[in-house]
């Protein structure tokens, strides 16, 4: 084990501050990477906050961070993808079985056995994982991505998670050009699902509480911008959409949107808010419209995302802060006050 320096939480009122957290000496088959940037997931303060207690409750201290590019300081003896000196990039998964009908099929993060980046049973420690807000990491090789060369490092981060969550249910539900397609909520997973359904040809209807980011969600491709607080505006759009991406991380009405969808239509839920939706039958019934969910994404797909952004030009828009900035950023997400993303220059840290 060594020590790496970190920002944690130690308990669901306190605020991140400096740590020291023990990170284990790579293994054969692990690579560590000094953190470069590392993006700020609104699921990280969920966590530290403790707001998913009933799902995945808090282990204190906390050390979140799930969008992490980085440079290769060091590689185990049986590591082929990677050499130091390397970018490498970590999402919200760190390991795997390898072996169940999940993970064959690429899709680890449906494995039983997976770890979770952060707050997460660490196989390897006994104890829990630490996240990126720290200045390294040691992962297996498997679960290291490959960064696409010419893209900016701190907005490339962000696609590690709020990038493959909004692309993968896209890819899942075959959004393509001609489609109709929706957006809810413009924070950090609502820009970069404008970026992709724009990308993958689809005419883009963003709806946001904020009036202010209108100017911005065309900019960032949308053709249309819903406020989504307007009946009429809402109601001009009843029936219309083949697909709906719903990122909000707070309670709201779904049903609102459910009524946008045409017959067959799909809402995909990939925001999380901490209490339960409510979801009136009929609005689905009628219509046969379906509603779903999704978590982030396999590996494969997550390096599919990255190739694509990097062969399009994608991504996030980023305001890089120094770590110390970190608690101000979090009273800034829960007033949807991010532009479209907090981006860690992990650089910062040193000073500690
Ligand atoms: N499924 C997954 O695997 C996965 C992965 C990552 C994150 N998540 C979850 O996805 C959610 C969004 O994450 P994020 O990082 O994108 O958050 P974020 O940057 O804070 O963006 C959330 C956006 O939701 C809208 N919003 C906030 N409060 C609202 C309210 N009371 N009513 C209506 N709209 C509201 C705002 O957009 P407007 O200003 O445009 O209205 C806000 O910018 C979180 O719950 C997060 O935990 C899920
Ligand atoms: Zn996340
Ligand atoms: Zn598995």
Not at 199 to 225: I, N, Q, W, Y
Not at 230 to 253: C, Q, R, T
Request: with cysteine; charged share 20%; glycine share 10%.
């Amino acid at each position: 084990m060594y020590n790496a320096k970190a920002y944690s939480a130690a308990s669901a009122t306190s605020p991140l501050k400096s740590s020291t957290i023990a990170r284990r000496e790579p293994t054969e088959h692990d690579v560590q990477m000094e953190i470069l940037f590392c993006g700020i997931c609104h699921s990280d303060l969920h966590q530290v906050r403790n707001e998913w207690s009933g799902v995945m409750p808090t282990v204190y201290p906390c050390v979140p961070g799930h969008e992490i590019v980085g440079r290769v300081t060091k590689v185990g003896s049986a590591v082929r993808k990677y050499k130091v000196g390397d970018l490498g990039a970590v999402g919200c998964l760190v390991d795997s079985d390898g072996t169940c009908p999940e993970c064959k099929a690429g899709l680890e993060q449906f494995c039983p056995n997976l770890t979770l980046t952060y707050n997460f049973p660490d196989k390897h420690t006994g104890g829990v994982t630490y996240g990126g807000y720290s200045d390294s990491i040691v992962v297996d090789e498997r679960f290291v991505l490959r960064v696409p060369t010419g893209l900016d490092l701190a907005g490339t981060a962000p696609l590690l998670c709020a990038g493959i969550t909004t692309y993968s249910p896209m890819r899942h539900w075959g959004v393509t050009k001609g489609q109709k397609v929706g957006v809810v909520g413009l924070g950090g997973l609502g820009h970069m699902g404008v970026k992709f359904a724009h990308a993958l040809g689809a005419h883009t209807v963003v709806f946001t509480t904020s009036p202010g980011k209108k100017e911005d969600a065309l900019r960032l491709g949308a053709d249309e911008v819903v406020i989504s607080k307007n009946a009429d505006e809402m109601a001009k759009h009843a029936g219309s959409f083949h697909f709906i991406l719903d990122a909000v991380s707070a309670d709201h009405d779904i049903n609102a949107y459910i009524q946008l969808l045409r017959r067959d239509g799909n809402i995909t839920l990939v925001g999380a808010p901490e209490k339960p939706l409510a979801v009136s039958a009929f609005g689905l019934l009628f219509g046969r419209k379906s509603l779903s969910g999704s978590p982030i994404g396999g590996i494969p797909e997550t390096q599919e995302m990255l190739d694509f952004c990097g062969k399009n030009g994608i991504t996030a828009d980023v305001e890089v802060i120094p770590i110390q900035k970190v608690n101000e950023a979090y009273e800034r997400l829960l007033k949807a006050d991010v532009k479209y993303r907090f981006s860690i220059d992990m650089a910062s840290l040193k000073a500690e």
